[in-house]
């Protein structure tokens, strides 16, 4: 019997279908947007000046990375809920790239005496806070459509299904978060993703294990 043969053969005995996977996963997303909004909603609200900021360039590039980072991450954590699929790592990769050309462009046109300024902001730990906050609500719901699969890594798929309920609660947050610096975004957005991609990972070594 080949390798991915057994492990399909596991997977089936352990009780769980994984043809559903897709379906859920992608539902599970949008309820988890929804739950975000509402949190979101209830908690902050937009910051008074939104309309008169979007003709900016640092405040929707903020929206932009973070739409970078969903977009690379939600099919990533769906090919990880299947037996012996081979996830492209490398696609995580785009968001952080991203960032970074943001941060060279930011440091080559800002004064170097702003640049400890912009990097600290003033919403540092209201963004440390938020963003867990918002995205423990997603991530929950994500942990309980992956277990409809049956993750092979279930530490490094709860790990990045808390990187997609981070981004999913960034995406909410840069609405309200007065601070468009790049230097502040990939500061201070990346800690608290990264909270909750330790959150995830938590979660999938006891959720997600077979």
Request: aromatic fraction near 8%; proline fraction near 7%; include cysteine.
């Amino acid at each position: 019997m080949r390798t991915d043969d057994l492990i399909k053969a596991i997977a089936a005995d352990t009780g769980r279908k994984e043809a559903p996977i897709g379906r859920t996963w992608l539902l599970c997303v949008t309820a988890g947007f929804m739950l975000a909004a509402l949190v979101f909603g209830v908690l902050l609200g937009p910051r008074p000046d939104f309309q008169a900021v979007l003709s900016t360039i640092r405040f929707p590039l903020k929206f932009l990375l973070v739409a970078i980072l969903l977009a690379s991450t939600i099919p990533l954590v769906q090919a990880l809920a299947h037996p012996g699929a081979r996830p492209p790592m490398w696609a995580a990769l785009a968001a952080p790239t991203a960032v970074v050309i943001a941060v060279l462009v930011e440091l080559s046109v800002l004064p170097r005496e702003a640049w400890v300024s912009s990097w600290i902001g003033t919403n540092l730990w209201v963004c440390l806070t938020y963003i867990p906050l918002i995205g423990l609500g997603p991530l929950a719901i994500m942990i309980v459509a992956l277990r409809k699969g049956a993750p092979t890594r279930p530490v490094l798929t709860g790990a990045m299904a808390g990187v997609v309920a981070g981004g999913v609660a960034a995406m909410f947050y840069a609405a309200h978060c007065t601070d468009d610096s790049p230097l502040f975004v990939a500061a201070w957005y990346s800690i608290a993703i990264g909270i909750l991609a330790g959150v995830g990972a938590l979660a999938g070594r006891y959720a997600l294990r077979w």
